[in-house]
């Protein structure tokens, strides 16, 4: 049995968790910053970090206490050091350091993006086979990759500009519908008619990247033009419509061109109720999606991450750096 303890810092979550063997979650604690950046509309760094400063320990403690655990009983930590914001990014790594120096404890730098994908060995009763595509999608990255087995990624496509979450804020933003923007998106589509606005899709096709940036120029125009006719219900499903396609349609693909036993969707945008609904009416193949609550930022995925990566021997030196870019490969 190995008991991994993930501390999670890339943006506005402050996460700490224990997992067991890489799949049995025994706490997952997450400090939402939301309120605090819905205020400005969006992260703002500097606020992010001081943040995780404040609450680290807090979180930390109560990780602990809900697991009915002490230090002692924690064979590694396991902590993100990139992607992500650079100052929430040492607050994280820092703290893993130092309770790592402390106790005498390996501790392993994960790749947030490789976390994400993790998420889906925490889900009960699923077994995730290899080889597998995942469809990674959040507020900062849409990147399309098959997995051979733990820790072999290669990187079938990425965003070329704006990542999807990032679309979906800038387009609540626009329709005045709040932060994040995401979910305000979803909430505001149900029911409504996602044919009604002919918005653009940008196949790049012969490749598997995306690109948002055009739809995102699109809407604004459509929201210009429309003035006060504009439908926010019947935009904003058209919009959602409009990314869920593209990504839907492109990972499928990249599942069957590449001889995938199953797909795995992860990050914040796997939420998103069409994309999983798409993916599970059009696949023909199993379709792995993680609870809500592992789809956003959380540190049970950095531990699962962690663990396997502890399982084949690795450990990371107390000189390990962040890294605000990090490529999964």
């Known amino acids: 049995m190995v008991r991994v303890l993930g501390i999670e810092t890339s943006c506005d979550e402050t996460a700490a968790a224990i997992v067991v063997d890489g799949r049995t979650i025994e706490s997952n604690v997450v400090y939402s910053q939301d309120d605090v950046h819905r205020q400005t509309g969006g992260v703002v760094p500097e606020t992010a970090s001081r943040l995780h400063l404040r609450t680290?320990?807090?979180v930390l403690e109560r990780a602990l206490g809900e697991a009915g655990r002490d230090w002692g009983d924690l064979d590694a930590i396991a902590v993100t050091n990139g992607p992500g914001l650079a100052g929430s990014l040492l607050v994280g790594l820092n703290t893993a350091k130092a309770m790592a120096f402390a106790r005498d404890v390996p501790f392993l730098g994960v790749n947030h993006l490789e976390g994400h994908v993790y998420a889906n060995w925490l889900v009960e009763g699923v077994e995730p086979r290899?080889?597998?595509?995942?469809?990674?999608?959040?507020?900062g990255h849409t990147d399309l990759v098959v997995m051979h087995g733990h820790g072999e990624y290669r990187r079938l496509g990425r965003t070329?500009?704006?990542?999807?979450?990032?679309?979906?804020?800038k387009a609540a933003r626009m329709l005045q519908l709040g932060y994040p923007g995401g979910p305000a998106i979803q909430r505001a589509a149900v029911g409504a008619d996602p044919t009604r606005y002919e918005l653009p899709r940008a196949w790049l096709k012969g490749t598997r990247d995306f690109s948002f940036s055009g739809l995102k120029t699109a809407m604004l125009r459509t929201v210009r033009q429309a003035?006060?006719?504009?439908?926010?219900?019947?935009?904003?499903?058209?919009f959602q419509e409009a990314i869920v396609d593209v990504l839907a349609t492109?990972?499928?693909?990249?599942?069957?061109?590449?001889?995938?036993?199953?797909?795995?969707?992860a990050g914040g945008v796997a939420a998103n109720t069409a994309l999983r609904a798409r993916m599970e009416k059009l696949a023909d193949l199993p379709v792995l999606i993680p609870p809500v609550r592992l789809c956003t930022d959380n540190a049970a995925m950095i531990a699962a991450a962690g663990h396997f990566r502890y399982e084949a021997g690795e450990r990371s030196a107390l000189d390990?750096?962040?890294?605000?870019v990090l490529p999964i490969a």
């Open 56 to 58: 680290i320990v807090p």
């Open 130 to 139: 290899f080889p597998l595509v995942a469809l990674i999608v959040s507020g």
């Open 160 to 169: 070329l500009d704006d990542a999807a979450g990032e679309a979906f804020d």
């Open 227 to 238: 003035g006060d006719a504009i439908d926010p219900a019947d935009l904003a499903a058209s």
């Open 250 to 265: 492109k990972t499928i693909e990249a599942a069957r061109d590449h001889g995938a036993t199953s797909i795995a969707l």
């Open 320 to 324: 390990l750096d962040i890294f605000p």
